[in-house]
């Protein structure tokens, strides 16, 4: 009986070794997939995030480039105004004006235009912020 019961108990431990065995083979090829997709999404993240800040730096270039030229009056800036006889709109003014396409237009003051623009830009950069971090929510939830 004794030696029954050793061979019993030893055939236990060896299928029992071999679970644990096989458990550990399991959690490790987990652990290498999962450390494999985070470092596939790391790369991911990473050339989002190269590719958002070339678009920002771009549009910061563009808004720089369009506030030099407002600023040596190489660009000027236009409302469309409405017709002296009614409608919509600014209210025509006298003086600086012109006829574009057939519409009133009135150039705006240089600064007013240069704010008008500083803040298209401060705009662009949230926009452009905010793409950034959906897709950086969009690539973390995949």
């Not at 019993?8 to 494999?36: G, H, K, L, M, S």
């Not at 800040?53 to 409302?79: G, M, Y």
């Not at 709109?89 to 150039?107: D, K």
């Not at 500083?118 to 971090?133: F, M, R, S, Y």
Request: proline share 2%; with cysteine.
């Amino acid at each position: 009986m004794d030696a029954e019961w050793q061979a019993r108990n030893a055939r236990q431990a060896n299928a029992f070794q071999r679970e644990r065995e096989a458990a550990a083979v399991a959690v490790v090829d987990w652990q290498e997939t999962e450390q494999a997709r985070r470092r596939v999404l790391e790369e991911q993240l990473m050339a989002n995030d190269k590719i958002h800040h070339q678009e920002l730096i771009n549009a910061q270039k563009d808004q720089a480039r369009l506030r030099d030229r407002l600023a040596t009056s190489d660009l000027r800036l236009s409302v469309l105004l409405a017709t002296p006889g009614g409608g919509g709109g600014v209210p025509v003014a006298t003086g600086a004006g012109g006829v574009v396409h057939g519409a009133a237009r009135g150039e705006l003051d240089p600064a007013a235009a240069q704010r008008i623009v500083a803040i298209a830009g401060d705009g662009d950069e949230g926009l452009k912020a905010l793409q950034a971090c959906q897709a950086y929510v969009h690539e973390v939830m995949r």
